[in-house]
């Protein structure tokens, strides 16, 4: 099922996500229902608050970058990340031109550290710890940042926010275009 990505400007996207109970119900469900909504929105990863869900859960599937010539060298990575804890980052800080499905249109260069090391539980509630780099890290970094209510706009120099503050309010009312299902908090 299709659920409806909640738009910018909406107060979950801002709240601290609470952790997921290992008898959480309907928990498969939900993971499949992510998956249905995040690549038909053409996403490469999704938290559960851009659903509506505060709780510690994200997902991502970066093979659909690998057919971009910029990403040749990526292994793709699909995973569901169930309270995960960034327990490491190392490297470079690196730039990328980032974007969100809940603030379509908009796209900025965010720093970020090149690696990290992360600890969460999947699906089945096994732990786990892995290391990722490059674009995988840099979804992880974007999508956690979620279930703390920190979008990557947040991230931005005062003066570029400024710059973005009208067309952000014009997505919270949904005066946009985009081709999937949204939720916005102010439209008429
Ligand atoms: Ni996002």
Redesign the pocket.
């Known amino acids: 099922m299709i659920l409806p990505i909640i738009a910018y400007g909406t107060p979950i996207l801002k709240k601290k996500a609470q952790p997921v109970p290992s008898d959480y119900p309907g928990l498969g469900e939900l993971v499949e229902n992510m998956f249905e909504t995040m690549y038909q929105a053409q996403g490469i ?1 999704l ?1 559960a608050p ?1 659903i509506d869900l505060s709780i510690r859960l994200f997902i991502m599937d970066t093979e659909q970058l690998k057919e971009s010539e910029e990403h040749d060298d990526l292994v793709p990575v699909k995973k569901v990340f169930i309270n995960p804890e960034i327990v490491d980052r190392m490297g470079e800080e690196c730039r990328y031109n980032e974007g ?3 603030i379509p249109t908009i796209r900025e260069d965010v720093i970020r550290p090149e690696k990290i090391v992360i600890e969460y539980y999947d699906e089945a509630f096994e732990k786990h710890e892995d290391t990722f780099d490059g674009l995988n890290a840099r979804v992880i970094q ?2 956690f940042d ?1 279930l703390n209510g920190v ?2 706009t947040d991230h931005l120099k005062p003066l570029k926010k400024r710059l973005l503050k009208k067309k952000l309010e014009a997505i919270a009312k949904g005066e946009v275009k985009m081709d999937y299902k949204m939720k916005f908090p102010l439209r008429k």
């Open positions: 990863g938290a851009q969100c499905l809940s974007h999508e979620h979008l990557f």
